[in-house]
């Protein structure tokens, strides 16, 4: 098979490797594992990709991916500032107002009216920060007070990043799963149209769990050319199997992996073959056919 000059090489096999190229089998890859072998592919694929002069943005929930060759580091931590203000970046250039406002929206609940409220305000420069917001005395003021916490007015706090080529969010040090589906909300709004681009999410289960989130998914693995996102997870959940694409599976418990082969179509017998230590399996849908290909992984 020819593959295009994005394919990076999963396993060394006798006669022929076996790769996953974005153009040919999906712009998002899931991958599976438990212990530390989603943090390893991640950092895996992070490299190869940088050989290829792609930019990277990772989004760590471990707190352990290695900071160097990062141009921007946004350390995510109860009670620090981030600079992470979706209608501030606005006003610097990074968001579009109306994405500004609906990340708000997302995150305390405005109804559509108010929304709309929101980027009028936003376009008219009246609602400069979210902590302004929730004091101007609107009624989108008044929702937002209803679930807004001194961590959030930390969150918010602070100058915005650079968000230059290469960006890591390290989440490692939050115990709030609600600022950390924030901070990835707004740093996936931020690079979503990003091509020649890597984005990967450790642990994409934990973060695709609140409304937030969830919310940020679609963002990052919306199919665009010279894109690649890799979404690495411990917990196999229907949110993350069902989204379209091929899937890699590592070492995992027994049932994991055989929940992960049934969401894929693959038929009980030989294809399902169990993954060990050291190895992983590769599934990948063509229009015709259900593919699985093991080896030995490199990381």
Do not use: C
Request: aromatic content about 12%; proline content about 5%; overall charge negative.
């Amino acid at each position: 098979m020819k593959y295009s000059h994005i394919a990076v090489k999963l396993f060394e096999r006798e006669g022929e490797d076996v790769f996953y190229d974005p153009v040919y089998h999906g712009r998002t890859l899931k991958v599976f594992g438990m212990d530390e072998w989603p943090g390893k592919a991640l950092k895996y694929f992070a490299d190869e990709y940088r050989k290829l002069d792609y930019g990277t943005v990772i989004f760590d929930t471990e707190g352990d991916f290695p900071e160097e060759g990062f141009d921007t580091v946004i350390r995510v931590e109860d009670g620090k500032g981030t600079g992470l203000d979706p209608i501030l970046l606005a006003s610097q250039g990074l968001l579009d107002g109306y994405t500004a406002a609906t990340i708000v929206q997302t995150v305390y609940g405005l109804d559509r009216t108010l929304t709309e409220r929101l980027y009028a305000d936003i376009l008219a420069g009246k609602a400069k920060s979210v902590p302004q917001t929730l004091r101007s005395g609107g009624k989108y003021g008044e929702v937002i007070a209803e679930s807004y916490t001194p961590l959030d007015e930390a969150f918010y706090s602070g100058e915005p990043p650079k968000f230059e080529k290469n960006i890591l969010v390290d989440l490692g040090k939050t115990y709030s799963i609600t600022l950390a589906g924030m901070a990835f909300l707004v740093v996936s709004a931020v690079v979503r149209h990003r091509r020649k681009t890597m984005i990967g999410v450790n642990d994409a289960a934990v973060l695709g769990y609140t409304t937030a989130g969830g919310a940020a998914i679609p963002l990052i693995t919306r199919p665009m050319r010279a894109r690649v996102t890799i979404l690495a997870t411990q917990y196999a959940i229907d949110s993350i199997m069902n989204l379209a694409g091929p899937s890699l599976i590592l070492y995992h418990d027994p049932d994991t992996q055989s929940v992960i082969y049934e969401t894929n179509g693959v038929p009980p017998g030989p294809m399902r073959k169990h993954v060990h230590k050291g190895q992983g399996a590769f599934i990948y849908r063509t229009p015709e056919t259900i593919n699985v290909f093991w080896g030995e992984v490199e990381f």
